[in-house]
């Protein structure tokens, strides 16, 4: 391992390259900035990742030709360039973008990674986030890492020996901050109708936001609560410190939480600094459907934009233009509703727009992606109730996610599914 400058170490990058960020809250700032510059000489180099909480200098109209961006989750920091062609957009499913590195789909040139400052072992910790990050540096040809005395250790599947990082660059930066979402009386009414499902001994997946947060608000007098879940925020931590959550009941990685990254403040890093009741291990198997489905009474709680009568769930794109990505969901529901006991539920506010716009519809949005197909959906939730679309026809279908639907919006979609001969 060289400890250099950046711009010393952000000379391994060549035209024609592949270079790797590290996603979410680790991603590395100085490095960045230093790829940026670096790329301003260079013609066709591809920068791939997650969503990162960081500046994307690189998606700019100024690196066209230099720079071309390809998100596997598209995040508010590349949006805009995605939906306007500067950048592309590759449809994975999480669990399965370590194999893309891996197997030569997407082979890495280059990693740019933060880790911790290595123990007396020579290893460093890859912090709040392995998700593909582990896979990455396992794989790049070459590795460059921030090394920041302030990103956590974290335990799991997330060391790095220094003998694979080929050049590092020495700071002391706080991490990003991701405050915990303020939960209004929508959220919290959603909240309660999941968790009124819920049973003692679980285990959950749950993501950050105002729903998943009210959630784990509702559980607080649950008993042997297990986590597996591909992220989770600060609001997880009351949910611990009430007693609720012990993870003794889980059949896999009993007495543990599992993850794959965490997104939220410093109480969060601190909660995870070399704590052994949490691990993290890379979405190639905290995602892996047949590892969740190994899970006892497996929890799954995702998001949508959209829902139609049929069961359709769209949760990446508004239309035809992409909003963020598959991510986790279809793991999720997949393998949560393999395991014995399971439940998958996709929970939305019913409207949008302050109202003007039924979130529930007729039909998706022209262009709309299909996250979760109708063949997969469980249990659907707004703030109005809690319906199961497994084994329902479409007609049963029609008229369960209609009595879930705002009121103001009833008629309307009724009136739909008659023209649509769901109803009669």
């Not at 700071?171 to 209004?184: M, N, Q, T």
């Not at 109202?355 to 063949?375: F, Y």
């Amino acid at each position: 391992m060289k400890i250099v400058d950046p711009e010393t170490a952000l000379g391994a990058v060549r035209s024609s390259m592949r270079v790797y960020v590290h996603e979410a809250l680790m991603a590395p700032l100085s490095l960045i900035d230093a790829l940026a510059e670096r790329a301003r000489t260079l013609r066709s180099v591809e920068v791939v990742h997650l969503h990162t909480n960081a500046p994307a200098p690189y998606v700019e109209p100024a690196f066209d030709g230099h720079v071309r961006h390809n998100a596997l989750f598209c995040g508010p920091n590349v949006r805009a360039a995605v939906q306007a062609g500067r950048a592309d957009f590759t449809p994975v499913f999480l669990s399965e973008i370590p194999q893309l590195f891996r197997d030569g789909t997407l082979p890495l040139d280059v990693a740019l990674v933060q880790v911790s400052p290595p123990d007396r072992h020579g290893f460093c910790r890859l912090g709040l986030s392995v998700a593909t990050a582990r896979a990455a540096v396992d794989h790049a040809d070459v590795v460059i890492a921030e090394i920041n005395p302030q990103v956590p250790r974290t335990l799991g599947h997330s060391a790095v020996h220094v003998s694979r990082i080929h050049y590092a660059v020495e700071v002391d930066r706080a991490l990003p901050e991701i405050p915990s979402s303020p939960i209004d009386e929508t959220a919290r009414r959603i909240g309660e109708h999941i968790a009124a499902q819920i049973p003692n001994g679980a285990t959950l997946q749950m993501g950050i936001g105002a729903i998943p947060e009210s959630v784990l608000e509702a559980l607080h007098r649950h008993e042997d609560l297990g986590i597996h879940t591909e992220m989770f925020s600060d609001a997880l931590i009351p949910l611990v410190e009430s007693g609720a959550v012990s993870c003794q009941k889980k059949t896999r990685f009993e007495g543990r939480i599992v993850t794959s990254f965490a997104m939220g403040t410093e109480r969060l890093r601190a909660f995870v600094d070399q704590n052994p009741f949490v691990e993290f291990h890379p979405s190639e198997l905290v995602n892996d459907p047949v590892e969740i489905g190994k899970q006892h009474r497996m929890i799954a709680i995702n998001s949508a934009l959209q829902i139609d009568l049929t069961g359709q769930v769209c949760a990446d794109s508004i239309g035809d233009q992409i909003y963020s990505g598959i991510g986790g969901q279809m793991d999720f529901v997949r393998g949560a509703q393999w395991s014995p006991g399971g439940m998958a539920f996709i929970a939305l506010p019913s409207t949008a727009k302050g109202g003007a716009l039924s979130r529930i519809v007729a039909r998706l949005d022209p262009g709309a992606g299909v996250v979760t197909t109708r063949g997969h959906v469980e249990y659907v939730v707004t703030e109005h109730g809690a319906v199961s679309l497994r084994g329902r026809s479409l007609r049963q279908r029609a008229e369960l996610l209609i009595s879930i639907a705002h009121p103001d919006h009833r008629g309307e979609l009724r009136r739909a599914a008659v023209a649509r001969r769901l109803i009669a």
